[in-house]
């Protein structure tokens, strides 16, 4: 993933979908929104909290609510892109220029707002045990430096290289995902450190 600095150098570089997110930007900057670049792509803010992204997939483009779980959804637009995982954020997903209804929108964004202003949000769970999978576990018995290594790191860092291992369905990608984060750990370097900060 690329980052970018600017809203426009994000439109610029994607491969498909500019005329759409160009239009979604659009309605978005017609808010009382403040335009951001967060984790190298547009992201639109009230007071400084995350509000609404836009992006593009290959098979579509949309928007996504930081707090979408909380909206009333009265047409069931959103989606929960990882169920199981993502409590609070959800997706509207669009396939074509004809999909955008500019008042609809419009009118997602206005309850999102309204949510943001009354400090109403799903904050996500902390202290949740940490369960390591057996391969990783096996992968630490090995490897002495990348088990001290790892018991430095915060207790997040630790629980986002658990579940990445754990959420691998096939015993071939978990090796896989266990050979390429062993020399992050042994480096004190978390999982999703690039992104941080962005």
């Not at 900057?29 to 995350?50: D, I, M, Q, S």
Request: hydrophobic share 35%; charged share 30%; aromatic share 8%.
């Amino acid at each position: 993933m690329k980052n970018h600095e600017t809203v426009d150098q994000f439109i610029v570089a994607t491969k498909q979908w500019k005329a759409e997110l160009t239009e979604l930007r659009s309605i978005l900057r017609a808010t009382e929104l403040e335009e951001t670049v967060k984790w190298g792509g547009p992201v639109y803010t009230f007071g400084g909290k995350n509000v609404v992204g836009i992006g593009g997939f290959k098979s579509y483009f949309g928007l996504w609510f930081f707090q979408g779980a909380l909206l009333a959804d009265e047409k069931k637009l959103l989606i929960n892109a990882q169920e199981g995982r993502t409590k609070a954020l959800r997706q509207m997903r669009l396939r074509s220029m004809d999909q955008i209804d500019r008042k609809l929108i419009k009118a997602y964004v206005k309850e999102a707002v309204a949510l943001s202003k009354q400090g109403v949000e799903i904050k996500p769970a902390r202290n949740k045990p940490l369960t390591l999978p057996a391969e990783l576990q096996a992968a630490f018995r090995r490897s002495g430096k990348a088990r001290t290594s790892f018991e430095k790191l915060t207790p997040g860092k630790r629980r986002e290289y658990a579940e990445y291992v754990a959420s691998a369905k096939r015993e071939e990608t978990k090796q896989k995902r266990i050979d390429k984060i062993l020399p992050m750990i042994e480096s004190g370097v978390g999982l999703n450190d690039k992104y941080r900060d962005c």
